[in-house]
């Protein structure tokens, strides 16, 4: 049941057990799925990311250095590939053309072959980014660039096909009002879509945009949130403005004309891991050490739409992107409602059954709707698995 | 007289306690409320037509008057009930129902779904594997080095001292103006376990930071209501070189398991029952409460304790995963007053 109904959940979880958790808002379930069948701390999920086709493969990324496939169609894990080299956990999980991105902390970034069959073969290339990575993004666009960034480490944009240097590497700001280095450590990076530009989140509370196309290296706007390092960054729907969380369980909307802040969010009590907003509704998914899933809605009206506690330290999430809120067609769920529904409104129908043949779709229907009127009523609520 | 008849027409209330006074008043309160009542004698309740309330009575002298009285009646009347409840109950004897359990703050706690269920397996394996497992796997033993802040005053390092009596193997330092994050690394090389930094202000300790150490969780408190060993009331003998056990209350959600963990790996497993001593960390509504005790057993069931050392109680300001690092580290829990204390039901330990 829980494999065949996990194609429906809505976000996608890694803990720090090794645990994936999938979690339907609708339904207020949350299930855990272990490649083992045993949570392991060795295999702490550090990096997701979704698989080819759509998003019935997810990728994920473990401490001990191998990459996992998880099916949601069927609800399991279904191969691993040992991805070695280099220490440190994954930063950056992404996937190209049945290519596999990997980058770790020492700052070793790989392309493999995602074939099973060569599961244990050499990287396709190799390159090396510099220590201290804190992330690698993947341009959702152009799916041979990366950007990579970490601590002392400063934004680079690679282009994997092309050569083995930078496509662009940005310069550090100018030396601050007591002319001193200011240093780096870009926590988080997304690009911008419709343009070239990149927009970074620092350990020293600035957000930061760049523009390759333009001659200057620096960013081109700065803003500071807090004083508290950022963790997490996400686009929201409409590309003006990013989330942006801190150690602190903040989160800030940033503009990115101005480069003010608009609205925080409440809520969280711990540091933020994971940020992901849905590219079309103004939903934000968003979790954290404080073992809570949160889903807040962005815009009118602001506030906390779902909380589920999921008794592991989250570490990073995937919020499915589909339009399609509700899960399941009808069909599966008819033949274990009917016999159950049957037996209290048979009195009633019994006496139109000459006219019920016409009716019976119409009750199911009408029925589906009520539960899930009646299922609505009892949000916002909170799960447990 | 037309007075007289208003006197008796306006005392509907309980007795003329004071003569005068009511006859002003009933004059003011005829000619205030011009319907008032003159058979209103019998009645005893509602005197005044319905709608009038005693504070609009303008005449402050007036207005306690009626309303002490009507303070009065009340008393009177729950009396009644309370007597004529008790009687009740007697005549019924044993088929009475059940008496009706007040309601507390501790009872009314808003549900909470992190509290811990003892046989969660995802939980039991997170604790297994956490950063205290290699205590309760008994592979380490606690060594605890206790500071204060800088340029401590004389409480707080008498209070440093009475609680290195009280946590063994632990050793108090004077903080020679040292940053903690230079201290850590130094206390991970010599096998420190623990480190206990007690914060004053003004003279008195207000603040306990508890660090476990290889790298483990740091936890920030707020200490209040500290008392030192000659400061309470009839205690016992300064308490002895053996092994305490210890007494972890009311640690029930998921954040106050990690808490009591914490307090737990604090001191050594093997508590010597010779020397009768128990120390208790009691949390109620996210206040944790430290006793040091020495118990003794008079007879079977009665039990007989003397306070020893020093007492305080502790709240739980954030807890920071890595060791002391307050700016760039990443917290598991702040204490956020505007959020989370919106509800006098909600606690959080």
Redesign the interface.
Known sequence: MAAAAARWNHVWVGTD?G?LKGVNLQRKQAA?FTPSG??R?EEAVSALCWGAGGETQILVGCADGTVKHFSTEEGRFQGQRHCSGGEGIFRGLAQVDGTLITCVDSGILRVWHDNDKEASSDPLLELRVGPGVCRMRQDPVRHHMVATGGKENALKVWDLQGSEEPVFRAKNVRNDWLDLRVPIWDQDIQFLPESQKLVTCT?YHQVRVYDPASPQRRPVLEATYG???L?AMTLTPGGNSVIVGN???QLAEIDLRQGRLLVCL??L???VRGLQCHPSKPLLASCG???VLRVHRIRNPRGLDHKV?L???LNCLLLSGRDNWEDEPQEPQEPNKVPSEDTETDELWASLEAAAKRKLPDLEQSQGALQTRQRKKKRPG?T?S | MAKAGEKSGGSGNKGLKRKAATEERQEAAVAEHGTTESGVQPSKAAAFPPGFSVSEIKNKQRRHLMFSRWKQQQRKEKLAAKKKLKKEREALGDKAPPKPIPKTIDNQRVYD??IVDPN?E??A??EA?DEFASYFNRQTSPKILITTSDRPHGRTVRLCEQLSTVIPNSHVYYRRGLALKKIIPQCISRDFTDLIVINEDRKIPNGLILSHLPNGPTAHFKMSSVHLRKEIKRRGKDPTEHIPEIILNNFTT?LGHSVGRMFASLFPHNPQFIGRQVATFHNQRDYIFFRFHRYIFKSEKKVGIQELGPRFTLKLRSLQ?GTFDS????????H?PR??DTSRRKFHL
């Open positions: 057990t645990i855990n045993q949570p701390r350990g004083e508290y390092p963790t150690t602190h369980g409440k809520g009590a711990g540091s050490l404080d073992r506690y008794k592991s330290q909170s447990s | 779904e992190t969660d995802e939980v394996y997170d594997t998921r995963k700016k760039y580290g990443e917290y598991e829990w702040v956020k959020e989370m």
